[in-house]
């Protein structure tokens, strides 16, 4: 498959509909609105009484999304789900619409969905009898519950390797689809883990940000006062196709995905790798699927936690790949504004990089008053920045996971 | 053994229409005997679990749920009106409903 500078070995698939659900907007509009003005989402927990904590605050979605999911979901089986379930399931359902597949799809044993998850985000606070106990924590759920309320009857299936899980995803996905086993899937990922034991168990690994007096500055990937990762909840859902089908069924192609890079740094449960070597290694491999060379990438959605360790290293490793061209790269990390939406971080960062290509718009980065000397790269700081449409044909997303797996997609302009 | 009264029929009939429009929100008016609690319903067979409990209260019946999962092997309860009959048979015949030639 041609790319502009070498050959991929794997064909690129379609994306042709998109799904968004943060802290910042229930859906893809007011998300992406939200991302484009720099808002700030971060605030007190409402979820449930943080007192005690040494962390208070998180970016929870609106309250709203609880109507959200009455309109999708019936009673009975919102029952039977997890919040992080709901949020898959009406994720995904925008992500259909967004592509049209109820007009378009003809045999639904060839549509797949492969969901990013750490678990279902089941975290009861006693001993009390739950008779859907074993539904609501079957870390299975949420692709299960997409392809029952689809009926979509292809391969279904939810993986697992933390915050990279959506990339991890897209790469199945991708495998499906390209192998000829599916002609469509929904791939991406939701996450909901804000809850007091969840919170409690990220305050026990030192993650989360914990010392400053105004939640809205928290979260302040690559500034040198950084200090944590601030939690949130999400999901980004991606309709892809194989390239024939969504031509033979009329469908707006909105970029092309290559297969995802991906590596395991086999280094430590909880620290990455020094020097982002690495990161690195995923972001090369991703170039090589892609047949691409790394001035070819117009914008980069970091990781960017906002960890002392993941943006240092980060950039270490953004400046080995991309060489010169690091210095002209624009790097923004939108966790400054959705928060860290855990295992569906890939997920949601997937559907940004698309919009970011499609409308020809960079999300910045949010509360980057003092950038890090020690990093130094073009992190699009507070304003979102305009690009022309041969500046940006190509954009990459980065994804890494406590464990060491690491995941990073590309996506293309269409030809 | 006497069957069930049309009156003590009509308020099963009831209370599982009932159990089902609120429970799968939906309007009790678009509920049928024909409706399938599976595929009209995205309902689930736990359900049928629920509804046993509420029944077992109001008419003290004493059926384990063995002898129901060994009888719905045999007749499954797929739709609205196979619960209703179901229901009606196990006020009528309690835990001997195995032995008995429905």
């Known amino acids: 498959m041609p790319g502009e500078s070498g050959a991929a070995r794997v064909p690129r698939v379609a994306v042709t509909g998109l799904g968004l659900v943060t802290g910042l907007g229930l859906e893809l509009e007011s998300s992406w609105r939200g991302l484009l003005e720099g808002r700030n989402a971060t605030a007190r927990f409402r979820a449930f009484d943080p007192t005690g904590l040494a962390c208070t605050f998180g970016v929870e979605l609106p309250p709203e999304v609880e109507a959200l999911f009455a309109a999708h979901i019936k009673p009975r089986q919102r029952a039977q789900m997890t919040r992080g379930t709901m949020l898959a399931c009406a994720t995904a359902q925008q992500a259909a619409q967004h592509a049209r597949l109820e007009e378009r799809l003809g045999d639904r044993a060839r549509v797949g969905v492969v969901l990013g998850a750490t678990g279902t985000g089941y975290a009861p606070r006693d001993g009390a009898l739950d008779e859907h106990r074993i539904l609501r924590n079957m870390a299975s759920a949420s692709a299960a519950w997409v392809s029952l309320k689809g009926k979509f009857q292809g391969p279904s299936c939810v993986v697992s390797t933390a915050c990279s899980s959506g990339a991890y995803a897209l790469h199945a996905a991708q495998l499906l689809l390209t192998t000829g086993q599916c002609d469509v899937v929904l791939a991406g990922a939701a996450d909901s883990a804000i809850s007091y034991l969840d919170v409690q168990g990220f305050c026990s690994l030192m993650a989360l940000c914990e010392d400053v007096p105004d939640p809205a500055l928290a979260s302040r990937p690559f500034d040198l006062h950084r200090s944590g990762f601030v939690i949130g909840e999400g999901g980004g859902v991606l309709v892809l196709e194989t390239r024939e089908h969504a031509r033979r069924t009329g469908a707006r192609v909105l970029a092309e995905l290559s297969l995802p890079g991906l590596c395991c740094e086999g280094y430590n449960i909880i620290s990455p790798e020094p020097g982002g070597l690495s990161m690195a290694r995923a972001m090369r491999l991703a170039l090589e699927n892609a047949g691409l060379q790394p001035a070819d990438i117009g914008y980069l959605n970091a990781h960017g936690t906002s960890t002392q360790l993941n943006d240092l290293y980060e950039t270490q490793a953004i400046r080995a790949v991309f060489g010169e061209h690091a210095a002209r790269l624009p790097v923004s990390s939108t966790k400054s504004m959705t928060g860290h939406c855990l295992s569906a971080a890939a997920g949601v960062e997937a559907v940004i990089s698309v919009m970011a290509l499609v409308e020809g718009w960079l999300p910045p980065t949010r509360n980057l008053a003092e950038p890090d000397p020690a990093l130094g790269l073009d992190f699009i700081p507070g304003r979102a920045r305009r690009v022309a449409p041969e500046e940006l044909r190509h954009v990459m997303s980065n994804s890494f996971a406590f464990g060491g797996q690491n995941g990073v997609c590309i996506f293309s302009r269409c030809p | ?102």
């Open chain 2, 1 to 102: 053994m006497n069957p069930v009264e049309p009156k003590t029929l009509g308020e099963i009939r009831d209370l599982v229409l009932d159990y089902f429009a609120d429970e799968c929100d939906i309007d009790r008016g678009t509920i049928s005997d024909e409706t399938d609690i599976i595929r009209d319903l995205e309902g689930d067979s736990l359900m049928l679990l629920a509804l046993l409990e509420m029944f077992r209260k109001k008419y003290g019946l004493t059926v384990e749920l063995k002898s129901l999962g060994k009888h719905l092997m045999k007749r499954p309860a797929r739709t609205v009106g196979q619960v209703v009959s179901l229901t009606a048979e196990l006020v009528r015949h309690g835990n001997d409903i195995l032995s008995v030639e429905l």
